[in-house]
């Protein structure tokens, strides 16, 4: 299994307060993603790093931002959080080469009150 | 963009042969993934196709059409722990990088 984890695994908080997600690899891995998961919708992309300090926006970015300062951690922050953002957050890796398949990581699940 | 499409749910029973289509509308075609998902769990690779044709793997095969914008994966003699939910994503360029999209899977519900 490749080396990546989550923190925190669940977190309850309420609206308008910041929350902070951190997602680690041990595979020194080129690209780091986040992505959403609600019923209904799937998985859909917020925002990808391609290297350190490269990053670039996915399909559901608003009130998101990420940071990648190390190859290893990769954080997305939600400035102000929203009901709306009750979901659970995947972060996943692959390194960039063919066929560059992607893996997850176990999932935060976050509730926003 | 992409557009892509699966089935929400299909049900099956074990020891049987359940085939998930998958078809898709992209511009810069990089390759097709398959995942598994159980429920309350990441998703898992299962299978990628970027050629035309059939990729075997044990009891799972996925087949590859780019003329058409189409995939399926068939699972083979069917046991229950194969009910989950796949995943279908399609890996497209974005900027410098092949970002994939995922469609929004198929639960497969496995009967005895």
């Known amino acids: 299994d490749a080396g990546i984890t989550q923190s925190p695994r669940h977190k309850v908080t309420e609206t308008g307060t910041p929350v902070t997600l951190r997602c680690h690899q041990t595979?020194?891995?080129?690209?780091m993603y986040w992505y959403r998961q609600d019923p209904g919708h799937g998985l859909r992309l917020i925002h990808y790093?391609?290297?350190?300090?490269?990053?670039d926006k996915g399909e559901v970015s608003d009130g998101y931002s990420v940071s990648r300062s190390k190859t290893e951690d990769f954080l997305l922050t939600l400035e102000s959080a929203t009901s709306s953002q009750t979901s659970v957050y995947f972060c996943a890796i692959s390194d960039g080469g063919g066929p560059d398949t992607q893996y997850f990581g176990p999932g935060t699940r976050l509730t926003v009150l | 963009g992409q557009n892509i499409d699966q089935p929400t749910e299909m049900t099956a029973t074990e020891g049987a042969i359940v085939q998930i289509n998958c078809t898709y509308q992209?511009?810069?075609?990089?390759?097709l993934f398959w995942y598994q998902q159980h429920a309350g769990e990441a998703p898992t690779f299962l299978s990628y196709?970027?050629?035309?044709g059939l990729e075997e793997k044990g009891r799972f095969s996925s087949f590859l059409s780019r003329s058409k914008g189409y995939s399926y994966l068939l699972l083979k003699e069917l046991q229950m722990k194969d009910s989950a939910s796949y995943l279908c994503?399609?890996?497209?360029?974005?900027?410098?990088?092949?970002?994939?999209?995922f469609g929004r899977g198929t639960s497969l519900i496995v009967h005895p």
């Open positions: 196709n970027v050629l035309d």
């Open positions: 994503a399609v890996r497209d360029r974005k900027g410098g990088s092949y970002i994939p999209t």
């Open positions: 790093s391609y290297g350190v300090k490269d990053t």
């Open positions: 992209t511009s810069g075609f990089n390759g």
């Open positions: 595979e020194n891995h080129r690209y």
